[in-house]
Nanobody
Framework: EVQLVQSGGGLVQPGGSLRLSCKAS????????IAWFRQAPGKEREGVLC????????YYLDHVKGRFTVSKDNAENTVNLQMNSLRFEDTAEYYC???????????????WGQGTEVTVSS
């Protein structure tokens, strides 16, 4: 059974940092990309970035470049999303998702984590 289990998130002040993790099981980790999406209240889900199988990070949102980075721990089948210099507008429910390639939007992803809330507030 394919599972993506998320952890991390929470409440942070503007300018602060948080790390989200996505632990995968049930498939060959090296063969799948892990993408991060987010959905703010009242808004559509949007892609944040995708960590490709080759280790390349593809950013879908220009304004997270330089603030959000992703790392993979192949031994733990985990992808970590490090979010620094957080802003009010980063407040959202964050989801990890997996499939074979980074192409395509949210609807093309079959496997999803349960979501984790990130709130940036003073």
């Amino acid at each position: 059974e394919v599972q993506l289990v998320q952890s991390g998130g929470g409440l942070v002040q503007p300018g602060g940092s948080l790390r989200l993790s996505c632990k995968a099981s049930g498939f060959t980790f090296d063969d799948y990309v892990i993408a991060w999406f987010r959905q703010a209240p009242g808004k559509e889900r949007e892609g944040v970035l995708c960590s490709s199988t080759s280790g390349l990070t593809i950013y879908y949102l220009d304004h997270v470049k330089g603030r959000f980075t992703v790392s993979k721990d192949n031994a733990e089948n985990t992808v970590n999303l490090q979010m620094n210099s957080l802003r009010f507008e980063d407040t959202a429910e964050y989801y990890c998702a997996a499939k074979r390639s980074c192409s395509g939007g949210a609807l093309s992803y079959r496997y999803w984590g349960q979501g984790t809330e990130v709130t940036v507030s003073s």
